[in-house]
Each structure stands twice: as structure tokens, then as C-alpha cells.
């Protein structure tokens, strides 16, 4: 079993950076590749970015995020981080890191492990 905590959201304005971070525990994160997603209410859950896992990880991003968020672990303390930079109104929702074993990344249905999500709302 895997645990996932997602801390760090929070209230900014547009243009604004926030940083949130999913620290796992159970496992060591490393050996699982990580999503990102996020939901605003009344929306279907929607990817944002996720990490491969083991040691040559390769990350990918959704349209709307790509040159703006960037995803990154740090193994040392069993963690996956999303700076999320330049963010707009539309980025508001709550963010959940989630663990995959194996399929495609780009799929909420296969990961296995979810955290509870955190919460960022960005203010025009």
C-alpha cells in the first residue's frame, strides 16, 4: 500500500506561483510512476502532468499547463512536487497526486493510489 498526502495549495492571484507536493509513505515513490490531476466543481477530473518512474524519469504535461507547471521528484524525501508558475483563474480546483504501477499515464482509471487532494484557487 501506498499513501499519498498532497499539501501546499492554497489562494494567489493570477501570475502567481504555488508549489504543491505529494509525499508518500508505504512505499518508496520511486518505483511508481506519478500523476497529477486536478478537478473544478462541476468538471470532470482532467490529467495535468505526470513522472515516470526509476532512475531516467520522463515527465509530460497537458496543453493547458505545458511551459508554465513542472513536475519533479525528490527521492531523498519519497516526494513529487508541481511548481505550478504564471497561473490563471482557470487552474483553480482541487489537485490530487496519484500513484501508477503500470498502463498509461495519461489515464485516471489506472492509477491505484490517490491522495485527498489540495485546494488552489486562483484569483482574478
Known amino acids: 500500500q501506498v499513501q499519498l498526502v498532497e499539501s501546499g495549495g492554497g489562494l494567489v492571484q493570477a501570475g502567481g506561483s504555488l508549489r504543491v507536493s505529494c509525499v508518500a509513505s508505504?512505499?518508496?515513490?520511486?518505483?511508481?510512476?506519478v500523476g497529477w490531476f486536478r478537478q473544478a466543481l462541476g468538471v470532470e477530473r482532467e490529467f495535468v502532468s505526470a513522472?515516470?518512474?526509476?532512475?531516467?524519469?520522463?515527465?509530460y504535461y497537458a496543453d493547458s499547463v505545458k511551459g508554465r507547471f513542472t513536475i519533479s521528484r525528490d527521492n531523498a524525501k519519497n516526494t513529487v512536487n508541481l511548481q505550478m508558475n504564471s497561473l490563471k483563474p482557470e487552474d483553480s480546483a482541487v489537485y490530487y497526486c496519484?500513484?501508477?504501477?503500470?498502463?498509461?499515464?495519461?489515464?485516471?482509471?489506472?492509477?491505484?493510489?490517490w491522495g485527498q487532494g489540495t485546494q488552489v484557487t486562483v484569483s482574478s
Open positions: 513522472i515516470t518512474s526509476g532512475s531516467w524519469t520522463t515527465t
Open positions: 508505504g512505499r518508496t515513490i520511486s518505483n511508481y510512476a
Open positions: 496519484a500513484a501508477l504501477a503500470r498502463g498509461s499515464i495519461w489515464s485516471d482509471e489506472n492509477y491505484t493510489y
